[in-house]
Structure formats: structure tokens, C-alpha cells
């Protein structure tokens, strides 16, 4: 999960989980291909793909924390002081298929750690902890890629180029970002979509630079 030039042009954080949803769509470089009804659809299913799949990991794993769910999968959390910028990117965690790990990045969380400390976290994190809602999201990564499913990614695949009866499409990868936000909101009891944590990284990100 990283954030990316122009995330504070999303919708505010108290927006819905469709809402911001929708204007991460907004923001994928082929999105416009899909006609508008095809776009509210994708947002809807990566929703309730991210939804179901944490339902499902919650009944296998009742009470534990996403950490030790992901040690109960082989899934070892690690965590680097490496940069987490690369070029506009600024990276929290991210899911590494091979060997399958999930590396957090201390210098990258640490910002964000430090703002949402104390009251202000209740109203997005609840009880959850940064950590924990980077970790629930880089989950589903994990489960999407070992499940025999379609990945949401690939279901909306716009049409690139037509000629004649051949097409080359292409998926719509931030579907995936949608539907592990989901995940971790639900799997976490999250009060909003982890991408309203948006708008508390840029505050916090500026204030670091200041």
C-alpha cells in the first residue's frame, strides 16, 4: 500500500467506501475505457470481493490480529528501514509473492504513526493500528494471488486496440487496491476505508518536510 502524487484530490475521509472507491477508479489510467454504469459495477465488486474474503478469514482465524493471521498463512511480516520513496511513490507496506512476505517500511509508517497518535485515530483506525490496518491490506494481495479466483483486477478488462475480430485489453489494477481496503476495513472493524488514511499521510508527510 503506498501513496501517490494527487491522493489529496480524493473525496474527504469521511466520504463512503464507494465514494472513494470510486475516485480511486477515477484515477487509474485506464478506468475511462469503461462506461460509467461498468465503472460503478467494478467499485461495487471490489468491495464486495475485499468484504467476502475477509468474512471468510475471520471465521478460520476468530480473535486473532492480522500479524498472527499472517503467520498462521506462512506469510512472514518484515520490516525494512529501506526508503520508501520511489519517484512520486511513498510506500507503507507492500506484498511480496516470492517467497510470499509482507515487508513494512519503518520510515514510511513512521509519519503516519506519529499523527494519528492518540484521539485522533478513534475515527479512522477504532481500536486498529496503523500497522495492522498495512498489514490486513497487504493480505489480500496474499489471498487473491493463492486463490483459484479470477483476480478482481482482471474481471474489467477494457478494450485497448480493436482490428477486426482481435483485441488486446488490459486489466484495471487499482481494483485490487479497492478490494484490499475493503478487506482490511472489514477484517479490522475499521470505522472508513483505509484510503481516507490519505489525507492524514499528505498532512503528515508535509509536516516531516517542514
Request: avoid cysteine; charged fraction near 20%; hydrophobic fraction near 50%.
Amino acid at each position: 500500500m503506498a501513496l501517490v502524487a494527487g491522493a489529496s484530490r480524493l473525496p474527504q475521509a469521511a466520504a463512503s467506501p464507494h465514494s472513494l472507491g470510486f475516485a480511486m477508479l477515477q484515477a487509474d489510467p485506464h478506468a475511462w475505457r469503461l462506461d460509467h454504469a461498468t465503472q460503478l459495477a467494478a467499485v461495487s465488486d471490489a468491495l464486495a470481493d475485499g468484504t467476502a474474503a475477509a468474512a471468510g478469514l475471520r471465521m478460520r482465524f476468530a480473535g486473532l490480529t492480522p500479524e498472527q493471521i499472517a503467520g498462521a498463512l506462512g506469510v512472514p511480516v518484515e520490516t525494512t528501514e529501506a526508503d520508501p520513496m520511489v519517484g512520486s511513490i511513498w510506500r507503507f507496506a507492500e506484498y511480496r509473492p516470492r517467497p510470499p512476505r509482507i515487508v513494512l517500511y519503518r520510515r514510511g509508517l513512521g509519519p503516519l504513526e506519529r499523527s494519528l497518535a492518540g484521539a485522533r485515530a478513534a475515527p479512522l483506525l477504532g481500536r486498529a493500528t496503523p500497522r495492522d490496518v498495512f498489514i490486513a491490506h497487504e493480505l489480500y494481495h496474499h489471498i487473491e494471488a493463492i486463490r483459484p479466483e479470477v483476480p478482481i483486477a482482471r474481471r474489467y478488462r477494457p478494450t485497448l486496440f480493436r482490428i477486426g475480430n482481435w483485441h488486446w485489453r488490459t486489466g484495471i489494477a487499482v481494483l485490487a487496491e479497492i478490494a484490499a481496503g475493503a478487506f482490511a476495513q472489514a477484517l479490522l472493524d475499521l470505522p472508513s476505508h483505509p484510503k481516507a488514511l490519505d489525507f492524514v499521510a499528505v498532512d503528515a508527510l508535509a509536516l516531516a518536510a517542514s
